[in-house]
């Protein structure tokens, strides 16, 4: 196509060119078809379910569903008082559905997460009127739990009771709203999560910079070695990174646990007398950690130092510069763009850790993906679980950015 | 050296005992901890005091471990077959020189390898639960072909850079048409590149672990589900002979890559580049 192209402008034959332009057109429409399929599966297999935990992470279905009368009701309260008879009959009304549903500890558990004890208030709320003859009702709930007659517990129900709702997303930046509905700091008990994204923040950064400490030497001796001599130390870096993550996650405690290889060898040594506490704690965790990284941040730095002439330091010299000012100010600042592009892709894998520091680090170096998981799986509250995961996913995905402008994904390499 | 001074030789021999170190830190964990899965005694240290097969044998005798084995190389055969046929497909266009949006379409397709892998698989267990995926082996082969598919586009968009164009236009030129051209000119000199994404696919697929916690029952436990179950309680050593064997699988898969990586220069050294 190129040849033709080239010889396009020169063409005086009007109909040459509609032709060559319909060629390149059917020709871009190949190319689409061929990507269609994949990008399909992605959008369907991938995109999706990504989208689907984001929703959940707004999405807010256990009291707008359930009490949809009292919240009709509740519409033009005024926040003054508790509110009259005409609502209270409608939550009655909506609680002896829930009852006959079973879903008003669903509600209970929903009001738990913005008011401690919620559940018992809904649960005995739910008996009361089931148990009641008929009205008034007021007397009958607030006999049930004196809280039905607060101002705070009616705001709190209608906070809860909008279909979507930004409650879970501030509470995963250790935020909330008050009775006002202004957004104010979480109590200080409550306040967690803040520290957890600093936490994988601050280990995302000792990996990244480990790595580059150990990584950048290595990859220096390399691009510098002879051909065949770089391709045997080559095989050192590519094994470990070609091997799977939990067996290198496992060989690292097997070395690092109390009666493990590190600590029985140093006590063999005569080096130490107790065990060492090696693992599941911050040393441990860094460590496998820029085990299994280092191979991602040295391979971009080496492609990039592969690149870079030899004569251009020799240059230096023989102009007067010293070994190490010739390596500082003429060889360094040719490897940026590779020491980028490995630190930052580091840094992105290691923001999303969770299995080894499940596995090696203790209760103090779980990282976010960990509480992710653990708010989606163990305490089954899926709306903060989704709102963490849809934080942590925002920070990978602006990084991800970053990493397009400054690399392009075009040039991602693997060994 | 003969003209460098005494510092810089003394920094010579730091510099490349240093380099040895981090050599070391690379690839002695994984080749200490391999023998120990002969060791006759359930222990993690030496001197072994003897040796013995028989957490091997348990590997292939216990009905869980059969289980986990088997389900990871189904899993991982069709994962690997469709993420190489739509990543290699889906290559191919993005290579094409005129291909709106490139960057933007290249980005999404690559996500899967950049998104915290925990957010894919909290994901996939409401969007595949939502329509009946979950606890299936459809469902988890889904799931790892999606994860797998960047690792093909990466490495054959790679062989597609250095591939040149005009050898299918003159096949095109000598009449074949573009399926003869693509089969028998294109595709012999990307293989290299394909068999390496397919290499890459296998491996992300027989590795995955956190996708499987998330969407697979007792039903679909695989190999690493197995072995993290182990890690997390009491590590055995038969874990250490299931890690041994994936080394070993690890070491073939390196060694078949870097001899398709030489032919592949090779053969790009018969092309005018």
């Known amino acids: ?415 | 050296m003969p003209y460098a001074s005494p510092l810089e030789r003394v920094w010579y021999w730091v510099f490349r005992v240093l380099c040895g170190a981090v050599l070391l830190f690379l690839i002695a964990p994984i080749l200490v901890v391999m023998p120990l899965s002969f060791n006759a005694e359930p222990y993690f240290s030496y001197p072994m005091p003897g040796l013995s097969l028989q957490w091997y044998q348990d590997l292939v005798n216990n009905p869980q471990w059969q289980l986990g084995i088997r389900n990871s190389l189904i899993v991982g055969a069709f994962a690997t077959t469709l993420a190489t046929t739509l990543g290699t497909l889906a290559a191919l266009g993005l290579s094409q020189r005129k291909f709106p949006m490139r960057t933007l379409v290249m980005s999404v397709l690559i996500s899967p390898m950049i998104v915290p892998v925990v957010i894919t698989a909290v994901g996939m267990y409401f969007f595949y639960s939502d329509i009946g995926l979950t606890n299936t082996l459809p469902g988890l082969i889904l799931a790892h072909t999606a994860l797998a598919t960047p690792f093909v586009v990466i490495t054959v968009t790679a062989t597609l850079t250095a591939f040149d164009h005009s050898m299918t236009r003159a096949a095109a030129n000598l009449g074949a048409s573009p399926w003869t051209a693509f089969r028998r000119v294109q595709l012999p000199l990307i293989l290299p590149g394909v068999i390496s994404g397919a290499l890459f696919a296998f491996v992300t697929s027989f590795d995955e672990v956190v996708v499987v916690l998330f969407i697979a029952g007792p039903e679909q436990r695989t190999l690493p589900r197995q072995m993290f179950a182990g890690i997390r309680e009491q590590i055995s050593p038969t874990i250490l002979a299931a890690a041994c064997i994936l080394v070993v699988i690890s070491i073939a898969l390196l060694t078949t890559i870097e001899l398709l990586r030489r032919r592949s220069e090779r053969l790009r050294g018969i092309s005018p580049a």
């Open chain 1, 1 to 415: 196509m190129t040849a033709i192209a080239d010889a396009a402008p020169h063409v005086r034959d009007p109909d040459l060119k509609r032709r060559l332009q319909r060629a390149e057109r059917r020709q871009t429409r190949m190319a689409m078809l061929l990507v269609a399929p994949l990008f399909l599966f992605i959008v369907l297999s991938f995109a999706l379910p990504i989208l689907t935990l984001m929703t959940r992470a707004v999405s807010n279905p256990e009291v707008s569903t359930n009490l949809p009368q009292t919240l009709t009701a509740l519409g033009d309260w005024d926040h003054a008082a508790a509110p009259d008879e005409a609502v209270f009959a409608a939550l009655a009304a909506d609680l002896v559905e829930t009852q006959k549903a079973r879903t008003t500890a669903l509600i209970g558990k929903r009001m738990n997460y913005d008011w401690p004890g919620a559940r018992s208030i809904m649960i005995s709320a739910g008996k009361a009127v089931q148990n009641a003859g008929g009205g008034p009702w007021k007397p009958v709930l607030v006999a049930s739990d004196p809280v039905w007659d607060s101002v705070e517990w009616w705001a709190a129900l209608k906070r809860a009771g909008a279909p979507y709702t930004d409650f879970y997303l501030l509470g995963a930046l250790d935020l909330k709203r008050d009775v006002k509905g202004d957004v104010v700091r979480a109590e200080p008990d409550q306040a967690v999560f803040i520290d957890i994204f600093g936490r994988t923040i601050m280990i995302s950064f000792m990996v990244t910079l480990g790595t580059l400490v150990l990584g950048f030497p290595v990859a220096y001796l390399l691009a510098t070695q002879p051909a065949r001599t770089a391709n045997i130390l080559m095989i050192l870096v590519l094994l470990p990174f070609w091997t799977s993550l939990l067996v290198r996650t496992t060989a690292w405690v097997v070395l690092l646990q109390t009666n493990g290889i590190v600590n029985n060898t140093l006590i063999w040594l005569h080096l130490i007398t107790e065990p060492l506490a090696l693992i599941f704690n911050r040393g441990g965790t860094l460590i496998a950690m820029m085990h299994i990284q280092l191979p991602f941040t040295l391979l971009p730095i080496y492609s990039v130092m592969r690149t870079i002439s030899p004569s251009h330091v020799r240059a230096a010299r023989s102009l007067g510069a010293g070994p190490f000012e010739a390596f500082w100010r003429v060889y360094a600042p040719q490897t940026l763009p590779g020491v980028g592009a490995g630190c930052l892709l580091t840094f992105i894998l290691s923001l999303g850790y969770y299995i080894t520091p499940a596995l090696v680090g203790g209760a103090t170096d779980q990282m976010i993906s960990y509480f992710v998981a653990f708010y989606t799986n163990k305490e089954i509250n899926w709306g903060l679980g989704s709102a963490l995961g849809f934080v942590l996913l925002s920070l990978t995905l602006g990084l991800y950015l970053l990493y397009n402008k400054l690399v392009g994904v075009e040039n991602m390499k693997l060994g």
